[in-house]
């Protein structure tokens, strides 16, 4: 499973139909990982928006990665899961779960991002990095952290308000996937700009991150 790329996270979208139409628009730029979010469903949404854009996903090779809810990552058979603070103790999960893909938000704290590491997490998620509109938050993290955060010896992941042009600074820093909800979504053309994010990487050969 590729641990560096584009990491698209699904934008909120009370339009069943229409979600899955973006989503598969933007399916061709080939992302790392896709993550399905959508904390204001009912659990018999979130598990039929679920399986659809699992299929979807399933189509073209794409790891398809369940915010929240591990067990519904399991049910459906998504490659992962994401878990954030109050989502659960993440090494319940890994032991239920032990060939899930388990990431992990840490937000601006690295003693957090070492907790979930011994916890059995697969990778580490930072942020936010940069304002964002895509939900309210408090915490800032900053490149520093993504250098500090590579003795855990797992991939980072950085999010919050990342568009091309503030990109290239967090893949120096160490990023091996950047999370992207906006800036892909909400763009004129979502898959041109997907593609215009994977080449970021291309330029950003992963032996130089953090040199």
């Known amino acids: 499973m590729p641990m560096r790329g584009l990491y698209l996270i699904t934008p ?6 229409r979600l899955l139409e973006r989503v598969a628009a933007v399916l061709p730029a080939r992302p790392a990982l896709l993550q399905y979010r959508n904390k204001r469903a009912s659990d018999e949404r979130r598990r039929d928006e679920a399986r659809a854009i699992k299929a979807l996903c399933d189509a073209v090779g794409v790891p398809l990665v369940v915010n929240d809810d591990w067990r519904l990552a399991l049910e459906i ?8 603070e109050d989502d659960g103790d993440l090494s319940e999960a890994r032991r239920a779960a032990p060939g899930l893909l388990l990431g992990a938000s840490c937000y601006d704290d690295l003693s957090r991002a070492r907790a979930m590491a011994k916890a059995g997490a697969d990778y580490l998620a930072f942020g936010a990095f940069f304002p964002t509109r895509t939900k309210a938050t408090t915490r800032r993290a900053t490149p520093a952290l993504l250098r500090e955060a590579a003795v855990l010896g797992r991939p980072r992941v950085a999010i919050g308000g990342i568009r091309t042009d503030n990109a290239p600074a967090l893949l120096a820093a160490g990023a091996d996937l950047l999370a992207v909800v906006g800036a892909v979504f909400e763009a004129p053309d979502p898959l041109a700009e997907a593609r215009r994010f994977t080449a970021l990487f291309d330029a950003t050969p992963a032996h130089a991150a953090a040199d």
């Open 77 to 84: 058979g998504a490659a992962g899961a994401h878990l954030g």
């Open 12 to 17: 909120d979208d009370d339009d069943r139909d």
